[in-house]
């Protein structure tokens, strides 16, 4: 069962880059990276997803070393919106059911 | 943009009380997933559904929780009798499969279920 660590909180000032490492060290093969952003008393919201090396939308960046053990997701230029709890997940291959952990919970202030 | 649809929002009953919650899945969506997420935790999925069999339910409580997709669209969540340790939120969230990067969920809204 491929599980995740993340740090538990971060802090940061609006306008700066937050970087948010997740490691998975039992990865396996066929699984992809998911991240996902959650507000309070809402549900967790797709931000970005991939298999290996980078992958950049519209919200943030996902960096994915060739090992595949750990993955950064980078969102540029935070604002105080982007205070939420961050999930990182593996999974995908089939054999084993996503498992959420307990997230990091960002706060950014002005 | 499609959404999963969740009913109600909220709801607060007594302990020994049956509840229900209900998901309307995105459209074409053959995976549906529900969870239970406790304040200050990670959702833990509950269920999961392909299409109208269930894939997973080992974490389920059976001597109380029960689910359904009966046509392989939307789904419904029970607990009878409830207690005071169900209090949480109940998310329902659904894929188009369970491989691969179509394995990428989206979450309702969730329901917020208070047991008093």
């Known amino acids: 069962l491929a599980k995740t660590t993340q740090p538990i909180s971060m802090d940061s000032y609006e306008g700066q880059e937050v970087n948010i490492t997740c490691s998975h060290n039992?990865?396996?093969?066929?699984?992809?990276i998911t991240w996902y952003q959650q507000f309070p008393s809402q549900g967790p919201r797709f931000i970005i997803q991939?298999?290996?090396t980078k992958v950049t939308n519209e919200v943030a960046s996902l960096f994915i070393p060739a090992d595949r053990k750990s993955s950064t997701l980078s969102l540029p230029r935070v604002s105080l919106s982007d205070t939420a709890v961050y999930y990182c997940?593996?999974?995908?291959?089939?054999?084993?059911?996503?498992?959420f952990g307990k997230g990091t919970r960002l706060s950014v202030i002005a | 943009e499609a959404e999963v649809a969740q009913s109600p929002r909220y709801k607060i009953t007594e302990k020994s009380q049956a509840v229900a919650f209900w998901c309307d899945p995105i459209?074409?969506?053959?995976?549906l997933y529900w969870y239970r997420q406790i304040l200050g935790q990670g959702p833990e999925l509950l269920v999961q559904?392909?299409?109208?069999?269930?894939?997973?339910d080992s974490q389920l409580p059976k001597d109380r929780f029960s689910a359904e997709r009966l046509k392989g669209v939307d789904s419904t969540l029970k607990i009878q009798p409830a207690e005071l340790g169900d209090s949480a939120m109940y998310l329902c969230?659904?894929?188009?499969?369970?491989?691969?990067?179509?394995?990428?969920?989206?979450f309702g809204p969730g329901t917020r279920l208070l047991v008093l």
């Open positions: 969230a659904s894929s188009l499969a369970f491989q691969g990067a179509e394995e990428t969920q989206y």
């Open positions: 039992n990865i396996a093969t066929n699984d992809y």
């Open positions: 991939g298999y290996k």
């Open positions: 997940l593996v999974g995908g291959s089939g054999n084993t059911p996503l498992v």
């Open positions: 459209s074409g969506h053959a995976t």
């Open positions: 559904f392909q299409d109208e069999s269930v894939v997973d």
